[in-house]
């Protein structure tokens, strides 16, 4: 029996759907779940589960609406949810990561995939990047949310599960924050004058 929220696909409408609304939106999801992490492998795992929530609950998505914004509502609730269990199990170290990393000879030489480096590469500087990097995870979601992804104010609300005064709220004190960070580096590169 399926409630008014819930529809009743077939497998075969499941892959459809999914296919032509999520598999699109993929490196969105990846460029999202790595502003929360700030770990690209961690980015990689959060993508991953977050993709198998979303095939796995393929009946609560009503066709036709803002998959984006329920893609992101997902991210963010199992980022929520891996976050909140971290957090209750003790810290571990992978000592052959550590041990590998400390021998080898070129390490600060290797090549990477932080999104810092690769997609802002030209676009904003370093100091922008460790700037937007260093707010709490609540700022940096709506900033990335709102100036990245470009989401409504609404669309945000639904993702964040939380009031439209909130999200204006968060987006003006981020911003905010992300102004004292970068005022000496605008001045330095000439954006202000003193």
Not at 122 to 133: M, P, S, W
Not at 175 to 182: A, V
Request: aromatic share 12%.
């Amino acid at each position: 029996m399926t409630t008014e929220m819930e529809l009743a696909y077939t497998e075969a409408e499941k892959t459809r759907i999914f296919q032509r609304d999520f598999e699109p939106l993929l490196t969105s999801a990846y460029n999202f779940a790595f502003r929360l992490t700030l770990d690209e492998d961690d980015a990689k795992d959060l993508v991953q589960d977050s993709y198998l929530r979303v095939f796995r609950f393929m009946d609560s998505y009503k066709v036709g609406t803002n998959a984006k914004a329920w893609l992101f509502r997902i991210v963010k609730n199992t980022f929520i949810n891996e976050y909140r269990r971290k957090t209750k199990e003790p810290n571990k170290i992978d000592y052959q990561d550590l041990e590998q990393t400390y021998n080898a000879e070129e390490a600060e030489n290797k090549p990477t995939t932080d999104l810092r480096v690769d997609v802002l590469q030209g676009k904003i500087g370093d100091e922008v990047a460790n700037a937007l990097n260093s707010l709490a995870v609540d700022f940096r979601t709506v900033i990335v949310l709102c100036d990245l992804e470009g989401f409504t104010y609404e669309e945000m609300a639904k993702i964040l599960d939380i009031p439209i005064g909130t999200v204006r709220s968060r987006l003006h004190r981020a911003r905010y924050i992300l102004k004292e960070k970068l005022t000496e580096y605008a001045r330095q590169e000439g954006y202000i004058r003193n």
